[in-house]
């Protein structure tokens, strides 16, 4: 009897749990409505479909192709929307639907927060890019709020998958939608930089990408944040291009050697990796030291020469010859050639070293007087002429310089062009040699005899002599004298008769005349001697009456007397 009660209780309990399934069947059957968000399990998956339990009395498909992200498994919960209850082959359901419900949840919900959403950029549109933000929903990104940096190839962002901002939200039931990338990007940026700021010190080891070039050196991307890495800070020695020490997209370790927070400033180094070599400088190298280095570099001032890595030093253009002027570096040396050089000095605190080229030979000038003593004639070849003289090349690098004064005793240059030529040779004397101001005078005229002293020893003052007139003045009249000396009758020594003026005097003068003329003075250092015609009738006379005086002691006839000759004079 027991038994029987027991089996009767589990039969009756068994009715009543089949009857509690189908009325919640047929209570969720009643719930469900077409476009309803309904939660389902994944009951099997095909090639082609996914079939999913949503508490009906048949179960739903879905195709495949609504699984981008992947298949699920059997078992796994799957929100549908039910598009049908009732369809011809079951209830129609569709996950993309369901995907886009929520989606334009999320969306509307981080317009409101200002939160970012994920998408990822499908293609080029006119003015931008259209973005897939999932769901069956697509935004429009402007170009200009693409990416933090200016983009130049716009197809290099398609298939981009990143985080945006929704910056307006046109409508709540269809892709209307405009987003900002530029903006979210901008913001991670600031927040590395200021986590960078915040946690790194000068002398720390950071990684990052070489981002582009300029002509100081390379920019480094150090998480969307820049980094200069100076063409300085490469290498202790010599860097000319900074492709020569990295290349664009290289991800490198460098020294942080400067940070600047108030002004975003970050200075890197990769040469801090090394010791610098100017700590030793002094153990290897003492002015006036003769080293070899490389030329790497040429200026309008002069050549940089490497002795080592990371020490260079400067040649100025003055230290490359003794005696050569050298118009540009090139002229003597080029880049790449070794050298060697004279170290003239050195400041390690700013990293500099003077050199000098010159100083490895002989200095000519040290011993120019020995080598062309005053006296000594020498032959020569004109380079250069001026108002005031001619440069003469002696040797190569050694000129001399003659004066135009210094051409000629007796004619007066006034221009040497008139008597030199560039390139002509002439043989010269060495007036001074002046090793100390680097400077030879020379002289043609030294070459013979002064003919002022030959003059002056012949015609001392008193003397009377005939020479020619070689041009005629308003304040006198030039006379040559034998030898080539010419000297200046002055205005008032031409006419003894005061009351004849010069102007009527000189009219029966012509260049080319004979003229006889009184010496009256003879000046041999300023190379001048002063003529008299006026005197010269005075002698004349003078000698005329003392002859006559003489002559008439020994007449016997004294009725002609002095008055009588003077007289005698004046109507000739």
């Given at each position: 009897m027991?038994?029987?009660e027991?089996?009767?209780?589990e039969?009756?309990?068994?009715t009543?749990n089949?009857?509690?399934q189908?009325?919640?069947?047929l209570?969720?059957?009643?719930?469900?409505?077409?476009?309803?968000?309904?939660?389902g399990?994944v009951?099997?998956?095909?090639?082609?479909?996914?079939f999913?339990?949503?508490g009906y009395?048949?179960?739903g498909?879905?195709?495949?192709a609504e699984?981008?992200d992947?298949?699920?498994?059997?078992g796994?919960?799957?929100?549908?929307?039910?598009?049908?209850?009732n369809?011809r082959?079951?209830?129609?359901?569709?996950k993309?639907?369901?995907?886009?419900?929520?989606m334009?949840k999320?969306i509307?919900k981080?317009?409101?927060?200002?939160?970012?959403?994920?998408g990822?950029v499908?293609?080029v549109?006119k003015?931008g890019?259209e973005v897939?933000l999932?769901?069956?929903?697509?935004a429009?990104l402007?170009?200009?709020?693409?990416d933090?940096?200016?983009v130049?190839?716009p197809?290099?962002?398609?298939?981009?998958?990143?985080?945006?901002?929704?910056e307006r939200?046109y409508?709540?039931?269809?892709?209307?939608?405009?987003?900002?990338r530029r903006?979210?990007?901008?913001?991670q940026?600031?927040?590395?930089?200021e986590?960078?700021f915040?946690?790194i010190?000068?002398?720390?080891t950071?990684?990052?990408?070489?981002?582009?070039?300029?002509?100081f050196g390379?920019?480094?991307d150090?998480g969307?944040?820049?980094?200069?890495?100076?063409?300085?800070?490469?290498?202790?020695?010599?860097?000319?291009?900074p492709?020569?020490?990295?290349?664009?997209g290289?991800?490198i370790?460098?020294k942080v050697?400067?940070l600047?927070?108030?002004?975003?400033?970050?200075?890197?180094?990769l040469?801090?990796?090394?010791?610098?070599?100017w700590?030793?400088f002094?153990?290897?190298?003492?002015?006036?030291?003769?080293?070899?280095?490389?030329?790497?570099k040429?200026?309008?001032f002069?050549?940089?020469?490497?002795?080592?890595?990371?020490i260079?030093?400067l040649?100025?253009?003055?230290?490359?010859?003794?005696?050569?002027?050298?118009n540009?570096?090139?002229?003597m040396?080029?880049?790449?050639?070794e050298?060697?050089c004279?170290?003239l000095?050195?400041?390690?605190q700013?990293?500099?070293?003077?050199?000098?080229?010159?100083?490895v030979t002989?200095n000519?000038?040290?011993?120019?007087g020995?080598?062309?003593?005053?006296?000594e004639?020498?032959?020569?070849?004109i380079?250069?002429?001026?108002?005031?003289g001619a440069?003469?090349?002696?040797?190569?690098?050694i000129?001399?310089?003659?004066h135009?004064?210094d051409i000629?005793?007796t004619?007066k240059v006034?221009h040497?062009?008139?008597?030199?030529?560039?390139d002509?040779?002439?043989?010269v004397?060495?007036?001074?040699?002046?090793p100390?101001?680097?400077?030879?005078r020379?002289?043609i005229k030294?070459?013979s005899?002064?003919?002022?002293?030959?003059f002056?020893?012949?015609?001392?003052?008193?003397?009377?002599l005939?020479?020619?007139?070689?041009?005629i003045?308003?304040?006198?009249?030039?006379?040559?004298?034998?030898?080539?000396?010419?000297?200046?009758?002055?205005?008032?020594?031409?006419?003894?008769d005061?009351e004849?003026p010069f102007?009527?005097?000189?009219k029966?003068?012509?260049?080319?005349d004979k003229i006889n003329?009184?010496?009256?003075?003879?000046?041999t250092e300023?190379?001048?001697?002063?003529f008299?015609?006026?005197?010269f009738k005075?002698?004349?006379?003078?000698?005329e009456?003392?002859?006559?005086?003489?002559?008439?002691?020994?007449d016997?006839?004294g009725?002609?007397?002095l008055g009588?000759?003077?007289k005698?004079?004046?109507n000739?």
């Amino acid at each position: 009897m027991e038994q029987m009660e027991v089996e009767k209780n589990e039969t009756q309990n068994s009715t009543g749990n089949i009857q509690t399934q189908l009325e919640e069947s047929l209570k969720s059957l009643g719930t469900l409505e077409d476009g309803q968000l309904v939660d389902g399990k994944v009951i099997q998956v095909t090639d082609d479909f996914v079939f999913v339990d949503i508490g009906y009395k048949s179960e739903g498909k879905i195709p495949v192709a609504e699984f981008a992200d992947g298949l699920p498994k059997v078992g796994e919960p799957v929100t549908v929307v039910l598009l049908k209850k009732n369809g011809r082959n079951g209830p129609e359901v569709s996950k993309l639907k369901a995907d886009a419900k929520q989606m334009w949840k999320d969306i509307r919900k981080a317009f409101d927060e200002k939160s970012a959403v994920e998408g990822t950029v499908s293609k080029v549109v006119k003015g931008g890019f259209e973005v897939n933000l999932g769901g069956d929903i697509h935004a429009f990104l402007p170009i200009s709020q693409s990416d933090s940096q200016k983009v130049d190839k716009p197809e290099s962002l398609v298939g981009l998958k990143a985080k945006f901002y929704i910056e307006r939200l046109y409508s709540d039931n269809k892709a209307n939608v405009v987003v900002n990338r530029r903006k979210y990007l901008e913001e991670q940026i600031e927040k590395n930089r200021e986590n960078f700021f915040n946690t790194i010190k000068i002398g720390d080891t950071v990684k990052g990408t070489v981002k582009s070039f300029t002509s100081f050196g390379a920019f480094i991307d150090l998480g969307g944040f820049d980094g200069l890495l100076h063409i300085n800070d490469m290498s202790w020695g010599h860097v000319t291009r900074p492709k020569d020490f990295v290349k664009k997209g290289q991800e490198i370790e460098l020294k942080v050697i400067r940070l600047e927070p108030a002004e975003k400033r970050i200075n890197l180094s990769l040469k801090h990796f090394t010791e610098d070599p100017w700590i030793h400088f002094e153990e290897r190298y003492h002015v006036n030291d003769i080293v070899k280095g490389h030329v790497t570099k040429l200026t309008d001032f002069g050549a940089f020469i490497e002795l080592e890595e990371g020490i260079e030093g400067l040649a100025h253009i003055s230290e490359f010859s003794w005696t050569k002027k050298i118009n540009k570096p090139s002229d003597m040396v080029n880049v790449g050639d070794e050298v060697e050089c004279m170290i003239l000095g050195y400041d390690i605190q700013a990293g500099r070293v003077s050199l000098g080229l010159k100083q490895v030979t002989a200095n000519p000038w040290d011993t120019i007087g020995e080598k062309y003593p005053v006296g000594e004639h020498v032959k020569g070849k004109i380079v250069k002429i001026t108002n005031v003289g001619a440069f003469v090349s002696l040797e190569e690098g050694i000129d001399g310089f003659l004066h135009v004064d210094d051409i000629s005793w007796t004619k007066k240059v006034k221009h040497p062009g008139s008597e030199l030529v560039v390139d002509q040779e002439l043989e010269v004397m060495i007036l001074e040699a002046d090793p100390e101001n680097r400077r030879i005078r020379l002289g043609i005229k030294q070459l013979s005899d002064d003919p002022w002293k030959q003059f002056a020893s012949a015609y001392k003052p008193g003397s009377t002599l005939e020479g020619e007139i070689t041009s005629i003045t308003d304040f006198g009249i030039f006379v040559k004298a034998p030898g080539g000396i010419e000297g200046l009758v002055n205005k008032s020594n031409l006419s003894d008769d005061r009351e004849v003026p010069f102007e009527e005097a000189v009219k029966k003068y012509n260049v080319g005349d004979k003229i006889n003329v009184y010496v009256v003075d003879v000046n041999t250092e300023r190379e001048k001697v002063a003529f008299s015609v006026k005197e010269f009738k005075k002698k004349q006379q003078r000698e005329e009456i003392s002859q006559y005086m003489s002559s008439s002691n020994s007449d016997d006839d004294g009725a002609y007397t002095l008055g009588d000759f003077i007289k005698t004079q004046k109507n000739d």
